[in-house]
């Protein structure tokens, strides 16, 4: 009996979609407000990390028990790491709060991907990155309207010493880098990775599933090597969640450092 016809008859192996994504859990797709899934883990995030960041804090001591050696080395990775690297020694304190929560509210809504029990990340719904590029653009923006005025943060997007007639399509290009690209890139780069990486492990965990309790022979053994492929992909997973928290907070630092510099 082929796939289709299965499938009419409710036999078949439903592929995950997009559908999987949008777990209302008050209202619906026609309601004017819908309270879902990754809304709540999003709030959920900033109390665990919130109540994390108190219990570390609270004895605070020179000798750090497991909560404050795990709350220091994160604010070290990111202070050290990120921060005073690509902004300066000067500057990089006042936007510490600003990198730290996007470091670790994107990392712990990524990590919720692979939780058991929980096993969607946040990340993976469009708005929440957009939210937190929209942050990152208004700030390395101000920062640099701020710093050079009005005129002066135009005047930066082209390098002195260029001929006249390439001066137009220059300043083009750095526009469009630095007021639609940036932040395109940067909130499309953290949706994509994380709704592509959750969306290859529930087909090869939904696919096992399948194949283990409905196929012969054959597609059993298919069934546990798409099991081993599962487990394989989750540590890839936590690997690729760990970098884009990375990289989405590593490019903060990079545009305001950018921001801040001195006009060429």
Do not use: C
């Not at 599962?230 to 970098?243: C, G, I, N, Q, R």
């Amino acid at each position: 009996m082929s796939p289709l016809v299965l499938a009419a008859q409710g036999e078949g192996f439903t592929p995950p979609g997009k559908e999987d994504f949008w777990w209302p859990i008050l209202g619906s797709d026609t309601s004017a407000w819908t309270l879902t899934r990754p809304a709540v883990m999003a709030l959920l995030s900033v109390a665990l990390i919130a109540w994390f960041l108190l219990a570390a804090t609270r004895h605070r001591s020179i000798i750090p028990g497991r909560l404050q050696f795990v709350g220091e080395g994160a604010y070290g990775f990111v202070r050290e790491g990120i921060a005073r690297d690509l902004i300066g020694s000067r500057d990089f304190l006042k936007f510490m709060p600003l990198l730290f929560t996007q470091f670790t509210v994107i990392l712990l809504n990524n990590l919720f991907g692979i939780i058991p029990f929980v096993q969607y990340p946040t990340m993976s719904r469009y708005g929440f990155p957009v939210a937190l590029a929209a942050i990152t653009y208004i700030t390395f923006h101000a920062v640099g309207f701020r710093k050079k005025g009005f005129v002066g943060y135009f005047k930066d997007l082209v390098p002195p010493g260029l001929p006249g007639w390439i001066v137009p399509f220059i300043f083009v290009l750095e526009f469009v880098d630095k007021f639609i690209t940036r932040p395109l890139t940067l909130s499309l780069r953290l949706f994509a990775n994380m709704f592509a990486g959750h969306l290859l492990l529930l087909v090869f965990i939904l696919g096992a599933e399948h194949m283990l309790l409905t196929g012969g022979p054959g597609l059993k053994v298919a069934g546990i090597l798409s099991g081993v492929l599962a487990v394989v992909m989750t540590f890839f997973e936590l690997l690729v969640e760990v970098l884009q928290a990375y990289i989405f907070t590593l490019l903060t630092a990079l545009y305001i450092g950018g921001a801040l510099a001195e006009e060429h």
